[in-house]
């Protein structure tokens, strides 16, 4: 089936730095993929939209310029997590859409960002 | 109103019970329904689809639409430990477009 690879799957940083987490398609081509974060014992909350070769959409209050997406190629997309802050631990995941014409989403596994 | 409502439980039942999770929603522009499961610290694996009203069936698991009263609905038979997880209702609108989830609700399942 398909597969959604998400790395790293956890990942320690100190305020101030800049985390990538990578996100690919591994059997698949995905033109769109969409990055969520999840809070503990919280729901799945829709970050951005990412599209190949364009500008990923945002949703409202997410801070563009702080939560850089890139989608380069047709199985990876990366979310860079800028001037980390405490407040932006959270848990990262990416999803792409498998059937053309559904809107069946295969996730990764997520990663668990912790900024000291 | 939230879009999708989902009580976050918990919800604890015996091995072999009937497990009935659902979900509300508000928006009528929502045609594809589904239900993910999310073990701890991992991400959500699909369970059942459904497109539009109607039941799915995939053994153990049910899933209902009635588009008519906004509600969705999972049915575990014969649950096991191993379902002890928290089930997440997701729906969209067209397709193509991102999934919007419920709080997920968290089921314990004891032996």
């Known amino acids: 089936g398909a597969v959604v690879s998400q790395h790293p799957s956890r990942v320690i940083c100190k305020s101030g730095t800049s985390v990538k987490i990578e996100c690919r398609s591994l059997?698949?081509?995905?033109?769109?993929m969409f990055w969520y974060r999840q809070f503990p014992k919280q729901s799945l909350m829709l970050m951005a939209t990412?599209?190949?070769?364009?500008?990923?959409?945002?949703e409202q209050g997410v801070e563009k310029d702080k939560f850089l997406i890139n989608h380069a190629s047709l199985t990876l997309s990366t979310l860079t997590v800028t001037s980390a802050h405490p407040e932006d631990s959270s848990f990262y995941i990416c999803?792409?859409?498998?059937?053309?014409?559904?809107?069946?989403?295969?996730f990764g596994a997520g990663s668990r960002l912790t900024v000291l | 109103q939230k879009e999708v409502e989902q009580d976050p439980g918990p919800l604890s039942v015996p091995e072999g019970a009937i497990v009935s999770l659902n979900c509300t929603y508000s928006?009528?522009?929502?045609?594809?329904f589904m239900w993910y499961r999310q073990y701890s610290r991992k991400g959500p694996e699909l369970l059942m689809y459904t497109y539009s009203s109607g039941n799915k069936e995939d053994g153990r698991f049910t899933a209902q639409v009635d588009k008519s009263s906004k509600y969705i609905s999972l049915f575990i038979r014969d649950s096991q430990p191993s379902d002890s997880a928290t089930y997440l209702c997701?729906?969209?609108?067209?397709?193509?477009?991102?999934?919007?989830f419920g709080k997920g609700t968290t089921l314990s399942v004891s032996s």
């Open positions: 059997d698949f081509q995905a033109t769109t």
């Open positions: 997701a729906m969209s609108g067209q397709a193509g477009t991102a999934l919007i």
């Open positions: 999803s792409a859409s498998v059937r053309s014409g559904a809107n069946v989403l295969t």
């Open positions: 990412s599209n190949e070769g364009s500008k990923a959409t945002y």
């Open positions: 928006n009528s522009a929502f045609q594809y």
